[in-house]
């Protein structure tokens, strides 16, 4: 075989991988068309918990305020949080396209929480998804 065939199979597959990598991938946007907020507002329960110590429940109350019940090795509490449907959040320069955002002060430290799920129908229940908690609406 010819050197120069695979040096311009070489360069097509380059330019091929290069160009792939600057394609934006789209995110499902419809979400605010399948469900309203009417559909949304509502008590939410944690399904299931990937960290020991968080969220257990959340009351989506109103727009944008949520009433989060959090429960560690002190106990059960009660946050105020905010929530906010389809955006982008962006962090060291990535950016994340979310569904439904959650957002907190995390008791015991002066930090903010962040939660961004995606909403989707999960046998006839409407689920949030991320990568801390599962959600399903009471």
Same mark, same amino acid.
Request: glycine share 8%.
């Given at each position: 075989?010819?050197? =120069? ?23 499902? =946007? @419809? *979400? ?9 507002? %509502? ?6 918990? $990937? ?11 109103? @727009?944008?305020?949520? @009433? ?11 946050? $105020? %949080?905010?929530?906010? +449907?389809?955006? *982008?959040?962006?962090? %060291? %320069?990535?950016?994340?396209?979310? @569904? ?12 903010? +929480? ?12 409407? $689920?949030?998804?991320? =990568? ?7």
């Amino acid at each position: 075989m010819n050197v =120069t065939w695979f040096k311009t199979l070489f360069y097509i597959s380059l330019i091929a991988i290069v160009l792939h990598s600057c394609v934006e991938v789209k995110h499902d =946007t @419809d *979400t605010e068309e399948k469900f309203a907020n009417a559909d949304l507002i %509502g008590m939410w329960k944690v399904k299931n918990l $990937t960290q020991s110590g968080e969220i257990r429940s959340v009351e989506l109350v109103n @727009d944008s305020i949520a @009433d989060i019940v959090f429960k560690d090795s002190s106990g059960e509490r009660h946050l $105020t %949080g905010k929530w906010k +449907r389809s955006g *982008t959040e962006s962090a %060291g %320069g990535i950016n994340f396209v979310y @569904d439904i955002k959650l957002s907190y002060e995390h008791p015991g430290s002066n930090s903010s +929480r962040i939660l961004l799920g995606s909403l989707e129908e999960i046998a006839g229940k409407l $689920t949030i998804s991320s =990568t801390k908690a599962t959600l399903e609406k009471l």
